[in-house]
């Protein structure tokens, strides 16, 4: 029986399935009365208090065995025991209406995790995992249960399992673990992180994935493509014998990357840099051979709270990713990328038919000054600190750009004003997402000093599709011509002006692109940083020059799939890269 699921962290295991068969504790309502209050919520403190102890521990163990990059999620778990909008709603909760602890807490949880849950960006969307991790820690302390056992086997297993969580995968042994495979999650889940950092092969959002299998079968788990194979037979399992041989040479060959430039087979040198969410987002960028950031979504610093960070603290965690990548290293910084399906609970937006195409990003942040005018102050300052590049999202005028930089240039007069050192010429740029923008790039590259490609808007825009929506999801498609077309335009814009182009879209790291996009003359490329190393062997095999040919000629193909099909003709390096 062959399964397909999402490829979460690549590899190939191989074993017999263990069916992680976990009862959910159901949540009862108890009405308590008013004068025990104080003691429910005495008990819910307790609780938090015993698991703020019990991630501590968590969080050294795994920073001994993974790092303290992998580390940082179990201190963001313990900031949520912190957080007035989760466990403090909580404890008003059990005031006002008079309830036990589970139950208040239950409720929170739910509705913070439909908030996030219905989000449209895949790793906000995950976040819901994290408020579900620690929320069935705290219920297990108040209920006085123990935690299940992960390490328990005794020889190498398949795990199935309905999720597991940051804790759980941390707590994986890799020599009695060899795989896993979940039936919900995504990519850029915790868990699914955490197995690329261990290198343990797995398989996420596969439907029923538990129902299929029973413990003690034979399976095989294709991490690389998202394929799941129970009792295959004996030619298919000494088939995949040998793709891991060959999967497990060349992850050590891709290591010896790691400190490489970017450097292609005739000479020419790009930048491979990573897109990041947080300041310890960095230190995995970095691990990974990164030379740089080339995204950084600033709007996590503004989410999971209930107010609006400082000009101070935005100053300090914009300071700190320089302090990890190193002075000399790229970073670029998007400004405040809210709205759409990014939502502040302490922001009051306009309810709007369709938030995509409305009341977001810089149209959100020219309307809200003071709220910009903090970050822009914030990110000069900064810019005294490394190489800091500053960047406007969804840019569809020029009006839009120059007040943007009218707003940038009385910062820095306020900073003149007060003394305060910036970088006079730290360059400014913008996100290319919308197709207008790619239209006018000629004019814009006029006021610009570089363009990052964000294909990941850019063709839902182009195509108009919601990349979400199941029904017209086919539509969304990166190697269409039409994307392809707004994307020479871009990159060949930024080059008649002598400014330099980027990607930061998912399209970056996508190997079968990387070819089609140096052949277009693409100078810098961000990615997930899990993406870097295979980026960069890729490119180290290519000739610049052989591929600009290649480039034009898929322009003149007329379908998304017949240029995928030329460019994994062309270049049986990828298939190598993916197997």
């Known amino acids: 029986m062959l399964l397909q699921g999402i490829a979460a962290a690549s590899g190939y295991a191989i074993g017999q399935a263990f069916v992680l068969q976990e009862q959910e504790a ?151 673990v060899a795989g896993f495979v979940t039936q919900i999650g995504g990519r850029t889940s915790h868990s699914a992180i955490m197995a690329r950092s261990m290198e343990i092969p797995a398989v996420v959002g596969l439907t029923d994935a538990m ?63 990573a897109n990041i969410g947080n300041p310890q987002d960095a230190l995995g960028a970095r691990n990974h051979g990164a030379e740089g950031v ?27 990713v320089c302090q990890t990548m190193g002075a000399e290293k790229p970073i670029v ?96 740029g913008i996100m290319i997402e919308v197709p207008a923008a790619a239209i006018a790039a000629d004019q814009l590259a006029e006021e610009v000093d570089f363009f990052s490609i964000g294909t990941n808007d850019l063709v839902q825009y182009t195509m108009a599709a919601d990349r979400m929506n199941q029904q017209v999801s086919h539509l969304s498609q990166p190697f269409h011509p039409s994307v392809l077309r707004l994307i020479k335009m871009v990159i060949d814009a930024a080059h008649s002006r002598g400014k330099w182009a980027g990607m930061c879209g998912e399209m970056a790291g996508n190997l079968k692109a990387i070819p089609l996009l140096l052949g277009l003359g693409l100078d810098e490329f961000s990615m997930s940083a899990s993406s870097v190393l295979p980026a960069r062997v890729l490119l180290s095999r290519l000739d610049r020059e052989a591929m600009k040919p290649l480039a034009e000629e898929a322009l003149r193909l007329k379908t998304a799939e017949e240029i995928q099909y030329l460019v994994v003709e062309r270049i049986p390096a990828i298939q190598e890269l993916t197997i």
């Open 26 to 176: 159901s949540v009862e309502r108890a009405d308590i009365a008013p004068g025990e209050a104080d003691a429910e919520v005495e008990r819910l403190q307790n609780a938090v208090a015993q698991s703020k102890e019990e991630l501590e521990k968590i969080k050294a163990s795994t920073a001994a065995r993974l790092g303290e990059h992998e580390a940082e999620i179990f201190a963001t778990h313990q900031l949520l025991l912190e957080d007035e909008e989760f466990i403090g709603q909580a404890i008003a909760q059990i005031r006002a209406m008079n309830v036990n602890a589970e139950y208040a807490l239950h409720e929170v949880t739910e509705q913070l995790v439909a908030i996030f849950a219905g989000m449209d960006d895949e790793y906000l969307r995950e976040r819901a995992a994290d408020f579900r991790d620690v929320s069935k820690r705290v219920q297990r302390h108040l209920s006085g249960a123990k935690a299940a056992s992960l390490t328990d086997f005794a020889e190498a297993v398949v795990l199935f399992a309905n999720d597991l969580t940051p804790s759980d995968t941390a707590q994986l042994d890799r020599s009695k």
């Open 211 to 273: 129902h299929s299998v029973k413990t003690g079968q034979m399976v095989i788990v294709d991490g690389s493509s998202g394929i799941v194979l129970i009792d295959p037979d004996a030619e298919t399992l000494a088939a995949y014998r040998e793709k891991k041989e060959k999967f497990e040479l060349r992850r050590e060959e891709m290591k010896q990357y790691k400190d490489r430039p970017s450097v292609t087979a005739d000479g020419h040198q790009v930048e491979l840099v």
């Open 333 to 428: 910084i998007r400004t405040l990328d809210i709205g759409g399906d990014k939502e502040l609970s302490y922001l009051e937006l306009p309810k709007e038919m369709n938030p995509f195409l409305g009341y977001r990003a810089i149209r959100l942040c020219l309307d809200r000054k003071d709220l910009f005018k903090t970050q822009l102050r914030a990110i000069l300052r900064a810019s005294a600190h490394g190489n800091i590049k500053l960047m406007y999202p969804m840019i569809a005028t020029i009006t839009e750009l120059r007040a943007a930089n009218e707003l940038l240039a009385e910062a820095r007069q306020e900073l003149d004003a007060e003394g305060v050192a910036y970088n006079r010429e730290m360059e400014v």
């Open 294 to 320: 080339g995204l950084f979504r600033t709007e996590f610093l503004y989410m999971g709270r209930d107010n609006f960070p400082s000009e101070e603290e935005q100053y300090h965690a914009y300071t700190a």
